[in-house]
Nanobody, 125 residues
């Protein structure tokens, strides 16, 4: 059974940095896209960053481009999200996720089958 476990959230001030980590078990990373999503209170879950199964460069939502960096370690089955220059609007529960389907890319949360429990990120102004 696939399990994704996030860690690294917390309460920080605007301009600070946080690093989120996602550890996967139950299957190999190779061949599967990994994504980070977030959900703020009263809002829909939205795409933040992802890395394709094909191993290309990570891609980002416009709102985080230039501030967030995704890194993936296939050998360790981990995918991290370095978040710099955090803003109050980054406050949300952050989730890592992966589709059940191999060799498949998507930014839509509905296309992802496996989700972590989420980690809270709160940025104060």
């Amino acid at each position: 059974q696939v399990q994704l476990v996030e860690s690294g959230g917390g309460l920080v001030q605007a301009g600070d940095s946080l690093r989120l980590s996602c550890a996967a078990s139950g299957r190999t990373f190779r061949g599967y896209t990994m994504g980070w999503f977030r959900q703020a209170p009263g809002k829909e879950r939205e795409f933040v960053a992802g890395v394709s199964w094909s191993g290309g460069s990570p891609y980002y939502a416009d709102s985080v481009k230039g501030r967030f960096t995704l890194s993936r370690d296939n050998a360790a089955n981990t995918v991290d999200l370095q978040m710099n220059n955090l803003k109050p609007e980054d406050t949300a529960v952050y989730y890592c996720a992966s589709p059940a389907r191999k060799y498949y890319d998507s930014r839509s949360p509905g296309e992802y089958d496996y989700w972590g429990q989420g980690t809270q990120v709160t940025v104060s102004s």
